[in-house]
């Protein structure tokens, strides 16, 4: 491996890992076992494995289909014991070594880590769910609210002035759930992004200059460019949504007195996202909006992405939601750093691919 010491990684490994040989004894565990099991090496090399390792699950037939097929196994939701502590849920994972033939690693990962994984993903699948409703719902209900407020409207020609303010409130309130249900509906609707050669800071004028109109006219807007910050590879329409979205949440939090909200451009050539399937992509444009509001409430801190999830008392909780799902769309990053005083959305994006490659995907195009 390119100039790392496989010791280095075996005792760097933050998972209890265990080898052992074709009789099921110990030969080797790293640190993270010798804590797990707290036992020294030493102690329990040449042990067998099942007598240091209390597992509530027939394993025999495990590891001979590892032994045999020579292909990994993953053994879900066992109670694993040491003898002294209670039983912990794992997960266990066991692999045959490469080149050696009886050998096999056996990995302990405790539920704890194993929970946390699954847990994440949950949420999302629910977060899916909850927008796929809310669509549904958004659709059913916008037709009988025309009734209501047409009717509200009707009914209201016939009634003395003192008695209009119901009827009005009737169709205020009717309008301010419609246009909860068309953010809903928007949702759901986002195409994919038209992608093409973008000027960062084209977008983030367009951005300051509409905020300064409406919802950002009490903050001071300043602008802090790298003037040579190459061309972005995205939608400028969907990139000027979020720049809206994070500009606009800054203005919402700020007091009546206004606060200051910074753009922030900068290169960082060494940023890279690693992606689960193992591939990499580069994101040196970083754009950071920035304020100097309150914070985000502690509560909610770790949910803001997740629909839904507001901190004010009127926000429907969908504008980061969709501000992530347009970054990801984008193959890109957004993250946030808060504490009071200073809040920092960050979003890393992608270059523009050089001209070679544009020229090249214009002939696929038949360009
Ligand atoms: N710059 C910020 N400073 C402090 N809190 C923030 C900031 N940006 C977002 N938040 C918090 O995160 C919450 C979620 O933001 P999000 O934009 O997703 O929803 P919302 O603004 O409440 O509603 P919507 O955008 O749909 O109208 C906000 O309600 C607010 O509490
Ligand atoms: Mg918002």
Known sequence: MSGIDDTALWSSLPIPALVIDGADQILDINPTAELFLNASLRSVTGQPIWDRLHVDAPLEEAMMRVRKTRTPLFVNDVDVGTGERAPVRC??????????????????????????????????????????????????????LAGITGAAQLI?????????????????????????????????????????????????????????????????????????????????????????????????????????????????????????????????????????????????????????VSGRENGTGLGLALTAKIISDHDGWIGVNSVPGRTVFRISLPMAPKPAKLIKRDRKAGL
Do not use: C
């Open 91 to 144: 997960t266990l994972q066991i692999a045959p070594i490469h080149g050696q033939d009886e050998r096999i690693l056996v990995l302990v990962t405790p539920r704890e880590l194993a929970g946390r994984i699954t847990q994440s993903q949950t949420v999302k699948s629910a977060a899916k769910s909850a927008i796929g409703m809310a669509e549904m719902l958004a659709h059913e209900i916008k037709n009988p």
């Open 156 to 308: 209201s020609m016939n009634l003395p002035p003192e008695d209009l303010e119901l009827t009005d409130l009737i169709v205020e309130e009717s309008r301010r759930i419609v246009k909860l249900l068309e953010q809903v509906e928007q949702f759901g609707n986002l195409s994919p992004p038209d992608r093409r050669e973008v000027n960062i800071h084209d977008v983030l004028d367009r951005a300051r200059r509409s905020a300064l109109l409406g919802y950002g006219a009490h903050m001071k807007i300043l602008e802090n460019y790298d003037p040579s910050l190459p061309m972005a590879w995205g939608d400028a329409d969907q990139l000027l949504q979020v720049v809206l979205n994070l500009i606009k949440n800054a203005s919402e939090v700020a007091d009546a007195k206004g606060g200051s909200i910074t753009l922030h451009t900068y290169y960082d050539h060494s940023f890279r996202m690693r992606r689960s399937d193992g591939s990499g992509q580069s994101l040196p444009l970083q754009v950071e909006v920035v304020d100097d509001g309150p914070g985000i409430p502690p509560h909610i801190a770790d949910d803001i992405f997740e629909p839904f």
